[in-house]
């Protein structure tokens, strides 16, 4: 019992001489706060209602949601050989700036030239990788030259207007099912055959739109946007089959989905990104990179929400 706690001190007061006590013996503050946070619900799976997972978090007090920074910890990454895929923009560009602050040593890919990648001070830039064309994937394994501890697959394509039954477009749906689907399949592949991936591990930025159980809340008596619900089902089926082929290889495949980040491809959706939690996509990368440090044999092929670390249903 803390002293002074039959005497009736306030728990603000209680917290402070509790932080004291951690300080004294070498915890820091941030240690002593999540030490008497109120123990969350133990649940398997996230929430599908958006709003209503924002919603819970705060008032659950869930720091894991609301605060990255009071559970990540990159140091992990220091010396490390990663390869993100589809580095110039947006959350690939906030996670290589990340790896690279955390001492990785750290390749960037990008499809053409990117001012904004080649300054971010990468180990190397990988220019002219396209996941939809077979012939960059042996340049990319070529410029390589040599083994990664972890693979980071981004690229990824939403088309600007919204699909209906109405105004379908087959077109931009096989656009998004190659580059979000076949696309980390390619690259996967390609690093497998080359004896790249040996020792390392994949994670693939995936959707929570590739679930089919949360289209009947997410898109309740709306459908729509079939190439890109479509595209994310199919990558994330591609990595449950990639999971299990390379279980004998002892390499570990993590499907995350990124949360909703403010980013470019998202900008469609700006009036909503407060009431729906969005946030800085230097945060969702944190975020990512949590869940990347996790990604083992034991958890391969699951697909996660990076929001809380839990689980989403197929």
């Known amino acids: 019992m803390l002293?002074?706690?039959?005497?009736?001190?306030?728990?603000?007061?209680?917290?402070?001489v509790a932080a004291a006590i951690c300080t004294a013996v070498g915890l820091s503050a941030a240690t002593a706060k999540k030490a008497h946070a109120e123990p969350l619900p133990e649940r398997k799976y996230s929430l599908?209602?958006?709003?209503?997972?924002?919603q819970k978090a705060k008032d659950e007090k869930n720091q894991r949601f609301l605060d990255i920074d009071s559970v990540y910890d990159g140091s992990w990454l220091k010396g490390k050989r990663v390869l993100v895929v589809g580095a110039s923009r947006g959350l690939g560009l906030c996670i290589t700036?990340?790896?690279?602050?955390?001492?990785?040593?750290?390749?960037?890919?990008?499809?053409?030239?990117?001012?904004?990648?080649?300054?971010?001070?990468?180990?190397?830039?990988i220019s002219g990788i396209d996941v939809q064309d077979n012939k960059?994937?042996?340049?990319?394994?070529?410029?390589?030259?040599?083994?990664?501890?972890?693979?980071?697959?981004?690229?990824?394509?939403?088309?600007?207007?919204?699909?209906?039954?109405?105004?379908?477009?087959?077109?931009?749906q096989l656009k998004q099912?190659?580059?979000?689907?076949?696309?980390?399949?390619?690259?996967?592949s390609a690093l497998y055959k080359g004896g790249l991936l040996?020792?390392?591990?994949?994670?693939?930025?995936?959707?929570?739109?590739?679930?089919?159980?949360?289209?009947?809340?997410?898109?309740?008596?709306?459908?729509?946007?079939?190439?890109?619900?479509?595209?994310?089902?199919?990558?994330?089926?591609a990595g449950v089959l990639m999971s299990e082929e390379m279980k004998k290889d002892g390499i570990p495949v993590g499907l995350i989905h990124p949360g909703f980040n403010r980013?470019?491809?998202?900008?469609?959706?700006?009036e909503i990104w407060d009431k729906e939690g969005a946030v800085d996509a230097s945060i969702g990368a944190k975020r990512v990179l949590h869940e990347a440090k996790g990604i083992s044999m034991e958890t391969t092929g699951k697909f996660i929400n990076s929001e809380d670390g839990l689980e989403i249903p197929w």
């Open 177 to 188: 099912i190659d580059i979000c689907a076949v696309g980390p399949l390619r690259v996967t």
């Open 263 to 270: 980013t470019e491809m998202t900008s469609k959706y700006s």
């Open 3 to 16: 002293p002074g706690s039959e005497a009736g001190f306030a728990p603000e007061r209680l917290a402070s």
């Open 48 to 54: 599908a209602d958006q709003v209503a997972r924002f």
């Open 97 to 125: 700036k990340e790896l690279i602050a955390q001492g990785a040593e750290t390749i960037g890919t990008c499809r053409g030239s990117s001012k904004d990648l080649e300054a971010a001070g990468c180990a190397k830039v």
């Open 198 to 237: 040996k020792g390392g591990k994949v994670l693939i930025i995936t959707s929570q739109a590739g679930s089919c159980e949360w289209r009947f809340t997410q898109n309740q008596d709306e459908g729509g946007d079939y190439g890109h619900h479509m595209s994310r089902a199919a990558c994330n089926i």
């Open 136 to 172: 960059t994937m042996d340049k990319l394994v070529k410029e390589l030259g040599g083994p990664i501890d972890l693979l980071i697959q981004n690229a990824g394509y939403f088309m600007e207007e919204k699909e209906t039954l109405e105004s379908l477009n087959d077109k931009e």
